[in-house]
């Protein structure tokens, strides 16, 4: 009997091991593109033109902001020493991928883009291709961030968007949503 039980609970912790492994294992793989490859796709008016609603929010410029006087100054109090735009204090929040293995940036990923698609939608290399992007389960699979439902989504804005921001400001996520989103038109 006890024996048995302490065989289960070997096995289980195996299985557990090995998922774990071979899950960050996967994740590992993707490469940052960049916004202009994922760009090159969704520019289009009647495909929803993700692109330039991006280009015009401010999360393009989030790593430009921090090159500013103001973010300087904001740094300063912070007690950065050095420049905001290379703080990882700073970055964390204003770029995407600043801190990865540099074999996962893709040649045409630049750190100056800000915060681009593959901050909210995972690293692109692999789920990129048109036949993996048109089946939703391919592209979760080869990793392409899930939001199941709203709630899901305002928990990823307020990863950046919360009180360790020194500038926060309270973020009301339907209003700042609704700014910000780019969805497919239905055919
Ligand atoms: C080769 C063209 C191509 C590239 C490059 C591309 N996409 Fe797509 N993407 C598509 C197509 C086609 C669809 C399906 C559109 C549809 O359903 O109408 C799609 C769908 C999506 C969806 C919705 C998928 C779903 O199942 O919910 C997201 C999110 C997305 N793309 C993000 C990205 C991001 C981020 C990048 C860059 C890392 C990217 N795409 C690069 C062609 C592309
Ligand atoms: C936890 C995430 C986070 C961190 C860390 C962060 N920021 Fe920000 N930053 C934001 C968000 C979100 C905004 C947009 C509005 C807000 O302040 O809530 C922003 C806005 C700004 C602005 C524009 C503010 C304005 O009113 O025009 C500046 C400048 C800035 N940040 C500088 C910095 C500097 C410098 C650092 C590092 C010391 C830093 N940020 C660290 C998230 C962050
Ligand atoms: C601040 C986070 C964020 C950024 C930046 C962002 N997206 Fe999204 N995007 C989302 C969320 C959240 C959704 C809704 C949930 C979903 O469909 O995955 C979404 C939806 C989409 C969809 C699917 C729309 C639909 O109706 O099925 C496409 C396509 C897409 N994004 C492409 C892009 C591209 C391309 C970029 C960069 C140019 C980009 N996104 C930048 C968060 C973001
Ligand atoms: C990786 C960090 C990060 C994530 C995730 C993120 N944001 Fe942001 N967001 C920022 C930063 C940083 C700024 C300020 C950029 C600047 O002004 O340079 C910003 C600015 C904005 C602005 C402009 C606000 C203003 O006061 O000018 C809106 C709207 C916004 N974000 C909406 C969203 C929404 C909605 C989500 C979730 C779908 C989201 N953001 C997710 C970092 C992030």
Same mark, same amino acid.
């Given at each position: 009997?006890?024996?048995?039980?302490?065989?289960?609970?070997?096995?289980?912790?195996?299985?557990?091991?090995?998922?774990?492994?071979?899950?960050?294992?996967?994740?590992?793989?993707?490469?940052?593109?960049?916004? *202009?490859? @994922?760009? &090159? =796709? %969704?520019?289009? #008016?009647? /495909?929803?033109?993700?692109?330039? !609603?991006?280009? +015009?929010?401010?999360?393009?410029?989030?790593?430009?902001?921090?090159?500013?006087?103001?973010?300087?100054?904001?740094?300063?109090?912070?007690?950065?020493?050095?420049?905001?735009?290379?703080? *990882?204090? @700073?970055? &964390? =929040? %204003?770029?995407? #991928?600043? /801190?990865?293995?540099?074999?996962? !940036?893709?040649? +045409?990923?630049?750190?100056?883009?800000?915060?681009?698609?593959?901050?909210?939608?995972?690293?692109?290399?692999?789920?990129?291709?048109?036949?993996?992007?048109?089946?939703?389960?391919?592209?979760?699979?080869?990793? &392409?961030?899930?939001?199941?439902?709203?709630?899901?989504?305002?928990?990823?804005?307020?990863?950046?968007?919360?009180?360790?921001?020194?500038?926060?400001?309270?973020?009301?996520?339907?209003?700042?949503?609704?700014?910000?989103?780019?969805?497919?038109?239905?055919?």
């Amino acid at each position: 009997m006890l024996k048995g039980k302490i065989f289960s609970i070997f096995t289980l912790c195996v299985i557990l091991l090995l998922s774990f492994s071979s899950d960050s294992f996967a994740q590992k793989a993707h490469e940052f593109v960049g916004v *202009k490859t @994922c760009g &090159m =796709c %969704h520019k289009k #008016a009647e /495909d929803g033109e993700q692109l330039k !609603i991006w280009e +015009k929010s401010a999360h393009a410029n989030a790593y430009k902001t921090l090159t500013t006087a103001k973010a300087e100054e904001v740094a300063k109090k912070a007690g950065i020493k050095g420049k905001a735009s290379e703080a *990882k204090e @700073c970055l &964390m =929040c %204003h770029a995407t #991928a600043y /801190d990865v293995d540099k074999k996962l !940036i893709g040649k +045409k990923f630049k750190l100056e883009e800000g915060i681009q698609c593959e901050s909210c939608h995972g690293a692109g290399s692999d789920y990129k291709k048109k036949k993996v992007m048109q089946d939703h389960a391919k592209a979760v699979a080869t990793g &392409m961030t899930e939001y199941k439902d709203d709630a899901a989504i305002e928990k990823q804005c307020i990863t950046c968007h919360n009180e360790k921001s020194p500038t926060f400001k309270k973020f009301d996520f339907a209003k700042r949503w609704a700014e910000i989103k780019h969805p497919t038109p239905k055919k």
